[in-house]
Structures are given as C-alpha cells and as structure tokens.
C-alpha cells in the first residue's frame, strides 16, 4: 500500500504562515519578559528547550501547530519506528528500506515497536557485554601478555562522524589508560599519523564499514593490516569488524571479532548500533553504552507526543522550518558552549545535510520550496573570536541553536575574579542569546545591534552518556520531522554517487597510467586534464 503524503505547500496552513511570515514577532521591542520566558520553555528527558528568542508569539505556534497535525508527521514518525518502508521513491528505484535505527536503543522493554529489529540489536549487545567481559577479564590479551589499551577506529562518513563525535563528547567519562584514535580519510597522512601514536602490540583495529566495498576503509584497513604484519603481529589477533550482514567484510575468519549493523540503519543514524557501541564500549564500558542508549530511547519515545510544546525536536524542526522557509533564512548555526562537543556539529551537518539536502519529493516531484539548510557551527566560545561578528552585524541572518549544560564534565574549576569558569562560560552563553535577540540600538552605525537573530538554547545539567544520547536523538528526530513535512526522502543519499563513480573510473586510469606508464609522451603542462580525456569524461 502507498500512502501520498502533502507537499508542504499543498498544507492548508502553509498561506496562513506565510502572510504571518510579513510581521513576525519583534525581539527588539523590549518583549522579554519573565512570562515570555516562562512561556517558551520546554523540558524533556534532561533537557531545557528555551526558546523565547526565536521570531515566534501565540499565534505564530498555534499555526505551527497545525503545520505539525496537517503532515501528519507523528503518525509518520510511529510508523517509522514500527518498520514500515519509508526510504524510497514512489516508482522508482530506490533503497526500499525500513528505518529503524530507534529500534538500536529499544531495548529496555519487553514490548518493542519493532520486535525483530530489537531482538537484533539484542544480540549484538550480548556479544559485545561478553567481548568487553572477556578483555576485561584477561581472557583476551595482547601478544606480550598485556591488556590491550588502544583502539584505532578505522570509517567514513557516517561509520566515523556520530562515533567520533560521541567519543569526543564523553572522554572525561573514558576508561583509565584506554585511548582510541580515528582514521577516516584517504589521505595517507591521516593514517601515518596514528600509527605513530600507538604501540601496535597493545593496539586493537576496529573497522567499521556497513557496505565492506569503501574505498577509503578498506585501503586504510589494508594499510594498517600492512604496519601489524611488519612488526610480526597477526592482523587476525588485533582487528574487529563491523559490517553488515554478507557484506565483503562478513568474514569472521580474518577477524577477532564481528558485529554486525544492518540494512535498516541508515550510516548517519548509526551511531547507537554497533557501529557507534564497540569502540565506545571499549573507551567507556558496556554500561555507559547502555546509559548512551537509555538516553537516547527516552527522546524516541518522547517524540511521540503531538503537542508541539512538549516535544523539543518537533518544537526544533518547526521552528527550524518558520526560520528557513518562512522568514528566509539559509543557514543554521549549531553552536555548542561544550569543548566536548568538538565534533558534534561536524556529525550533525552530516546528518542534516545528507538527509534533507534533496530537492524532490517522496514522488519524484521537484518541489518549489527550500529544504534542508546549510549547517555550520563551531563550539562557544571560540567561535565568538572568529565569526560572531557576521552573525551579530552582517547582511545575511542567522538562525542559531544553542547547546550548553549548566555543570561541567570534570567539575575540576576554579574561581577568579569572583566566578568560576563554567559561570563564564554560561555568561557568555545566555549573553549571545539575548544579544542576538534583541540587539542594541545606537547612534552609531558602526555600533548598532539590530537584533532579531532568532535563537534557541538547549539547556542539561551535565554532559553525561545518558544526556549524549538524548542529544543524539533529538536531532535524529528533528531532522526526520523536517524531512517528513518536506516530503522528502531524509534516508537516502543519491547525491553523494556521481562523483564517488567518477573517482573510480580516474582511478582505474591512474593505475593504467602506473603499470604502462601510457601516457608518458603526453607529458604536458596540463597533467589533470590529459587525465580525464583518457578517461573519456571529457
Ligand atoms: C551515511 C552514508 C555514508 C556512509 C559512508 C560509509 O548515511 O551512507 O556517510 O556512512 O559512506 O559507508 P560504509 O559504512 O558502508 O563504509
């Protein structure tokens, strides 16, 4: 059966929206108030939603509302959760897939929405419970008879971002005398680099591929295969796989141990599978990996609720679409006040920008409406001294999501001048909020404050696991609410194949060039050019 979902243009509120899009709410008009804040606050598994600095008022949320029930993006997102086959295009070939990443962390209760896919993700818990006992207890160690003490994370895309993200975000949470280190890009450099840093003897190579053919994974996996088998160490003791099942890499000889991820889990929303949990499990233990999914499988089943006061990340893709849609804003800032948070952004402009980056609808349409912004973001306050000069005063607004937590990760601070430095940190925080918000007028041209760059502040008390996973979740959910009111398919990523295959087929030039040396009287001023001609792509 195939159900026709609206356009967002085609919702009956979509003309209401856009006539109040004229007169949005003025934030310089001296309207924040105690109630306005009071009013414009959401809570929701550990975290604050504050959002009385976003161009928003009663009626503005009243419509959003009705964009919300119109789309029926709840319903959408149940079903979603249930298993039904949501990433495809209506008659044509697409992956035709279910998409259950939600089902990686629905494993608390004895009632999953999607039964199979939680038994799945079960097992695959209960393997690496049991490969982390083992580690722990001995039962599998070093060559030299040692613990192992480092992890080298070999992925792309979305088997390296989430993970990487996530690891970065929880190291004060990290295991004593436990590292790991990434490898991701093509670039030799990037693997040269790490290979330095470990002591291979002590050293684990968990690699993450879900397909088992990417190209970079699997010439980095040979690459440091090649480093072990110099220093006399069998690749076979020290490498983990992850991988889908009957992929390439579905080959449980050549390694330690496999886990496996599964067709239904889409790369980017990866991060709470196997992909995400071994080598977290290794920094962190298995329970903070539970703590991760807990947390993240309270906003799943938070997102359910229809009142878009009560949901943060339906509340944050609606806002987002007023934002984008209409009031015409192109990007979004993600500015987290956390140095944990390093490479959180990174992950969610993967996960954003891959997902909703689409320009036709569920049916094949084109469609007439913007989808997806531009992500960008650096944590706070760095960023302030770089680039909040464009978003205070510059031509272009910005719409900025704020992330901080009112308690550090180490609480190892100290007080000068009278404050402590997470104090600082929150001051400059809810300053940049307010100071976007309603801006400052003077006289002074060079010194005016226009104001109403929309804003909103996500607010915990910690950056913890469970907290992380929350996080994690709310913007999975936000960008597949988006992409529900879209129309769009968030799960697939066509976008990212024209130049990978182009690539491919250089390549197979470079290594004609290599073996024949073919083109060696060619010899020119312009190498790379010669180079596609041969290669027939010009
Ligand atoms: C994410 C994408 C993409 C993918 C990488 C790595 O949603 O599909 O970023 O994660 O291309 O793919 P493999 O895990 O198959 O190596």
């Not at 008022?57 to 979603?80: H, K, P, R, V, Y």
């Not at 502040?457 to 996973?469: E, Q, V």
């Not at 194949?497 to 040396?517: E, I, M, T």
């Amino acid at each position: 059966m195939t159900t026709h979902f609206n356009d967002m243009d085609a919702l009956p509120v979509f003309p209401h929206l856009r006539r109040m899009a004229n007169t949005p709410f003025d934030l310089t008009a001296k309207a924040l108030d105690k109630n306005r804040f009071a009013t414009y606050k959401c809570k929701m598994a550990g975290f604050d939603l504050l959002y009385a600095t976003q161009r928003i008022d009663n009626q503005t949320m009243d419509a959003l509302q009705e964009m919300a029930d119109q789309s029926d993006c709840i319903q959408q997102f149940l079903a979603m959760k249930k298993g039904a086959i949501i990433n495809k295009i209506e008659g044509y070939a697409s992956e035709n897939r279910a998409v259950l990443h939600t089902a990686c962390r629905d494993v608390f209760t004895q009632d999953p929405c999607q039964p199979e896919a939680s038994r799945q993700a079960k097992t695959e818990l209960d393997k690496l419970r049991q490969f982390l006992a083992d580690l722990d207890a001995g039962l599998i160690k070093s060559p030299d008879g040692g613990p192992f003490t480092d992890l080298i994370n070999i992925g792309i895309g979305g088997s390296d971002l989430g993970p990487r993200a996530l690891y970065l975000a929880l190291a004060a949470f990290k295991k004593k005398d436990h590292k790991v280190h990434f490898i991701s890009n093509i670039d030799p450099d990037d693997a040269a680099s790490i290979l330095r840093q470990c002591d291979l003897t002590r050293t684990l190579v968990n690699v993450v591929s879900k397909s088992g053919t990417t190209l970079e994974t699997l010439t980095n996996e040979e690459l440091v295969r090649a480093a072990f088998t110099q220093k006399g160490l069998d690749p076979a003791n020290h490498f983990i796989a992850v991988t889908g099942e009957n992929s390439p890499m579905d080959n449980p000889q050549r390694y330690l141990r496999s886990f496996y991820m599964f067709d239904y889990i889409g790369g980017r929303y990866s991060a709470t599978s196997m992909v995400g949990a071994v080598m977290l499990g290794f920094a962190l233990g298995y329970e903070a990996v539970l703590e991760i999914l807990l947390g993240a499988n309270s906003v799943d089943l938070a997102a359910e609720e229809t009142d878009i006061k009560k949901n943060i990340p339906l509340l944050m893709a609606l806002l987002g679409i007023w934002n984008h849609n209409f009031l015409g804003h192109e990007t979004l800032a993600i500015l987290p006040y956390s140095q944990a948070l390093i490479r959180f952004t990174a992950h969610l402009q993967q996960c954003d920008m891959e997902s909703n980056g689409k320009s036709i609808n569920r049916q094949g349409h084109s469609l007439n409406y913007q989808t997806g912004p531009i992500i960008w973001g650096e944590p706070g306050t760095n960023g302030q001294h770089a680039f909040y000069q464009l978003i205070h005063q510059g031509t272009t607004i910005v719409p900025t999501e704020f992330i901080g937590f009112r308690r550090s990760q180490y609480e190892e601070d100290i007080e000068i001048k009278g404050t402590i430095s997470q104090e600082k940190l929150n001051a400059n925080l809810l300053a940049q909020s307010l100071a976007l918000a309603t801006g400052e007028k003077n006289q002074n041209p060079n010194k005016n404050f226009p104001g109403n760059r929309p804003n909103s502040l996500l607010i915990a008390d910690r950056l913890t696991p469970f907290n992380m996973g929350s996080l994690l979740a709310i913007y999975e959910a936000k960008i597949t609410f988006q992409g529900f009111i879209w129309n769009i398919n968030s799960f697939d990523q066509e976008g990212v194949q024209l130049g990978k295959n182009l690539a491919n087929r250089l390549l197979d030039h470079y290594a004609a060039h290599r073996q024949d040396k073919k083109y060696d009287g060619e010899k020119n001023d312009n190498p790379d050019w010669t180079l596609l001609k041969h290669a027939g792509m010009i």
